[in-house]
């Protein structure tokens, strides 16, 4: 009986060594699997910022480019704006009755000016 007991705690303490060695090899894959994720996370987020940066890149052409155009019709605006104002100032000076430099009044005016000189009052007809 004593051999059994001795077998059955050899059997006891193999059992626990080969769960150890089970136990020691499953966290070193787990790590191998780990450091491998991680690998492949950091290749994984260095082609995405490399993307990135290409569609940065152009977006900024394409922002150029819609600047460009966008100060090009400004300036056509603004001319078509100046010719606008040139025909508007010139259509506001047109002088719709001659104006000659002796006869500065029609006759109305003449007959009002001469009955203020004549009337002695200084209140407004």
């Known amino acids: 009986m004593p051999i059994l007991i001795a077998l059955w705690k050899f059997k006891y303490w193999v059992a626990i060594a080969i769960l150890?060695?089970?136990w020691v090899f499953q966290i070193a894959y787990t790590n191998h699997l780990a450091g491998q994720l991680k690998d492949a996370d950091s290749k994984c987020i260095a082609k995405v910022q490399g993307i990135e940066q290409k569609h940065l890149k152009a977006l900024a052409a394409k922002q150029d480019q819609i600047?460009?155009?966008s100060s090009d019709y400004e300036a056509e605006k603004s001319k078509q704006r100046v010719k606008v104002e040139t025909v508007t100032r010139e259509v506001q000076k047109i002088i719709d009755r001659p104006v000659?430099?002796?006869?500065?009044?029609?006759?109305?005016?003449?007959?009002?000016?001469?009955s203020l000189i004549t009337n002695d009052s200084s209140e407004p007809p």
């Open 67 to 69: 600047n460009k155009v």
């Open 20 to 22: 150890f060695i089970l």
């Open 100 to 114: 000659y430099q002796r006869n500065c009044f029609d006759d109305s005016g003449v007959q009002i000016i001469n």
